[in-house]
């Protein structure tokens, strides 16, 4: 079974800070998702991505499958985007194994 | 398009009834799965289905039943109601890689056990 792991848990910055959250994962994988959930309790898929890097607005999220590590970057930080992100292993199907999450509160 | 729509919202149940959670897509997406999330330990698989008439079961199906009679709905049967399932479930879907690996999310349903 493969174990997911974030860091940090928890995260505070202050408005315009680059932002980096980690996520690791113990064996081979075919896709890694990221995904955020709002404060109100929503889920959206952010990226899936099985190489490289992919790029949405100041989101960026990268994989590196040798090292079995991917990181979500958020660029020029703000407040709303304030949230918990998710990473999770699997493929396109659906039978996802999550990490626990990273909760990040971005200071105005 | 409505999306990924999950009844009810949320519901309290007493120890040992039972009772269905409803999940309907109106993407045409083949793979849909049921994920509950508790506090502290993330979201957890409880089955999911790669296509009508194919189910397969997740981290944690004890307690939990599912069918996939049509390729838009997807319930979760919870058969007779305990305590431990108090928490929030999630119903999502996806149209696999020809959709860019995208998972789309219900809204979620807080049920209570008591």
């Known amino acids: 079974k493969n174990e997911v792991e974030q860091s940090p848990q928890n995260l505070t910055a202050q408005e315009g800070e680059f932002i980096t959250i980690n996520c690791s994962y113990s064996?081979?994988?075919?896709?890694l998702h990221w995904l955020q959930q709002h404060p109100g309790g929503g889920i959206v898929s952010l990226f899936m991505?099985?190489?490289g890097k992919k790029k949405h607005g100041r989101l960026i999220a990268t994989i590196n499958i040798q090292e079995k590590h991917s990181s979500l970057h958020i660029t020029a930080s703000h407040p709303r985007d304030s949230a918990v992100y998710i990473c999770?292993?699997?493929?396109?199907?659906?039978?996802?194994?999550f990490g626990k999450g990273t909760k990040l509160s971005v200071k105005p | 398009n409505a999306g990924v729509t999950q009844t009810p919202k949320f519901q309290v149940l007493k120890t040992g009834q039972s009772m269905t959670l409803q999940c309907a897509q109106d993407?045409?997406?083949?793979?849909m799965s049921w994920y509950r999330q508790d506090p502290g330990m993330g979201l957890r698989l409880i089955h999911y289905?790669?296509?009508?008439?194919?189910?397969d079961q997740g981290e944690v199906p004890n307690g939990y039943n599912v069918s996939r009679s049509t390729t838009e709905d997807f319930p979760l049967r919870l058969l007779s109601a305990a305590p431990s399932q108090t928490s929030v479930y999630f119903c999502?879907?996806?149209?696999?890689?020809?959709?860019?690996?995208?998972?789309?999310f219900g809204a979620g349903t807080r049920l209570s056990v008591l």
């Open positions: 993407m045409n997406h083949e793979y």
């Open positions: 064996v081979g994988i075919s896709a």
């Open positions: 289905s790669v296509g009508a008439g194919i189910t």
């Open positions: 999502a879907s996806s149209g696999g890689l020809a959709g860019g690996g995208i998972q789309y």
């Open positions: 991505l099985s190489s």
């Open positions: 999770a292993e699997g493929g396109s199907q659906g039978n996802l194994i």
